[in-house]
């Protein structure tokens, strides 16, 4: 199991930010590091639409390959019990073009008695970007 500190339920800021790097670009398998911040029934409840491990790791896959690199920004961390709320911002640089998409994330999760996280709800929105000037 990871270091304690960084569990969702003992620093939330500190897996925002390391969980997405690790799972996107670490050297571990993403089933590895899944594991290590999620129960084994862990589900992911995006914009109404209920993803569970294989589902989330599935979407892993396809992301490695479209980004090639991640920026986690967190405005708001909360944890109370055992309940987290979050809100921050992920922008991924996309490998095609360099094009950098920032999403706004509204994250409502419960946490297991270990730490990790057993469900989570979360909003989304893409942000609008700027255009460069030519």
């Known amino acids: 199991m990871a270091d304690e500190v960084s ?19 670490g050297d571990e398998p993403p089933g590895t590091v899944f594991d290590r911040y999620h129960t084994p029934d862990f589900v992911l409840h ?33 944890t109370e019990g055992d309940r987290v709320a979050a809100r921050y911002t992920l922008g991924a640089v996309m490998r095609k073009g360099g094009a950098t998409v920032v999403t706004e994330i509204y994250l ?3 946490l297991a008695a270990d730490g990790r996280l057993r469900r989570a709800d979360q909003l989304t929105r893409i942000l609008p970007t700027e255009d460069p000037v030519s």
């Open 46 to 78: 995006t914009d109404g639409l209920p993803l569970d491990r294989a589902r989330l790791l599935d979407h892993v896959r396809p992301a490695r390959r479209r980004a090639s690199g991640i920026h986690v920004e967190v405005h708001d961390a909360v």
């Open 108 to 110: 409502f999760g419960q």
């Open 7 to 25: 569990l969702p339920g003992r620093d939330l800021r500190g897996y925002l930010t390391a969980y997405p790097q690790a799972v996107s670009f």
